[in-house]
C-alpha cells in the first residue's frame, strides 16, 4: 500500500496532500476548520477497499500555503486548486467526498467541471443554492457567519479562553486540540476565516449549472448549522441520482463521531465491493 505526502506547485501555490493505497482515485476535501487530518477515520478504510485516497490541506490549512489576501480565498481560487491537483497528479476523473467547505466546493465542480467528476459525496452541505432558499430557520442557524466576517474581533472570539468557543464544537475526543495546534501559527485563522469573508455572495442563489453526476448527501441530525432542508432539496439541482442519508445522533463533524456510518455508506455508493474484488 502506498503511503505519500507530497508537495505539489498547484494554482499559484505550494499545496500537500497525502496518498494512500493504489486504484480509482478517491478526493476527501475537508472543511472550516480542519486539515486533511479529520479524514483519519476514512482513509485506511478507502483504501483497503481497492482506492487511492488522496487527502489535501486546502489553501490556507495544515501544511499547504496560506496566501495573506482575503480574496486569494474565492471559490474560483478554491476550485482552481483543486483542478490544479488533479492536473498535477495526472488524474483526469475522480470521485470526491467534501465535507462543509469541502462539500461546498465539491458541489461546484460538479457543476462546473463535470468532466472531472466521477460522483460527488457531500457531507453536512447541501447545494449552494438549495442552502441560499432554505428559508429563514436555515439563515438564522448560519448567523455565527456574520461574527466570522469582523476582522480581528472573530479572531480574539475564537482563541479566547483558550479557544472555548471552538471546543464546543464538537464531542470528538482530541479534536479541538488539532485545531488549537494547526490555527496557532501566523495567519492561519485568519486564513481560515477568509473563505467566509471572500464568498459573501455565496449566500445569494445562483444560476449554477445543474449537476449531471450522481450524488449522495450525507446529513446529521445534531447538526447546529446546517439542517436537513438544505440537504433534501438539493435534489431540484440535479440531474442525475441524488441518494439523502440521514444518520442518527452525530454532529456536524460526522465523519469522526459517526464514522463506521459514514464510511458504510461511501464504500456502498462508490461501489468498492467490485473494486476490491478486481484488486484481490
Known sequence: MIDESLMLDVNGIRMHTTMTGQGPPVLLLHGFPDTHLVWRKQVGVLAAA????????????????????VYDYTLEKLRGDVLGLLDALKIDKVSLVGHDWGGLIGWQLAALAPQRIERLVALSTGHPSAIARAGLIQHLRMTYVLGFMLPGIAEQMLRAGDWFMMRQ????PGQAEHWKRDLSPPGRLTAALNYYRANVGLALPKGYPRVRVPVMGIWSDCDPALGEKQMRDSARYVDAEFRFERIHDADHWLQLTAHEQVNRLLLDFLGSRSHSAAAA
Not at 54 to 62: A, E, F, S
Not at 169 to 172: I, P, S, Y
Open 50 to 69: 481497492g482506492y487511492r485516497v488522496l487527502v489535501p490541506d486546502l489553501r490556507g490549512y495544515g501544511r499547504s500555503d496560506a496566501p495573506g489576501g
Open 169 to 172: 464544537f464538537t464531542g470528538e
